[in-house]
């Protein structure tokens, strides 16, 4: 299997001028913990995550540009990289996701939750395989 089989294609994102509040309320609703940063081309320049703003939120006003807070010191893999490859990034280096870039864009994310739902809920062999 590989990444393209288990990430999450349908990505909420900000730019590097959107405000730490506007990634905690895009947290709360949608329920995630990770919010990938893109420039106007779609690519990836950083990455927020809920462990961030947490650490920030009585240090920094809720105005406060992503661009001063994000991670840009990001690992990557691709849509074909195996899994067992992305997962033993995620737990040797303690990330709870990988931003998934494809030809210098972001195509999607996946996260230590995917890799749980793929241990409780296995994917069902595609037709043809």
Known sequence: MRVADLMTSQLRCLRETDSLADAMAAMQELFIRHIPIVDEAGGLVGIVTQRD??????????????????????????????????????????????????????????????FLKLAIFPLAPRRGD
Do not use: F, Q, W
Request: charged fraction near 25%; charge should be negative; aromatic fraction near 4%.
């Open 53 to 114: 703003l947490l650490s920030l939120e009585h240090k920094k006003d809720p105005v406060t540009p992503l661009r001063d807070v994000m991670r840009t010191d990001v690992v990557t893999v691709t849509p074909d990289t195996p899994l067992r490859t992305a997962a033993e990034t995620m737990i040797y280096n303690k990330y709870g996701c990988l931003p998934v870039v494809d030809d210098g864009e972001l195509v999607g994310i996946i996260t230590e939750t995917d």
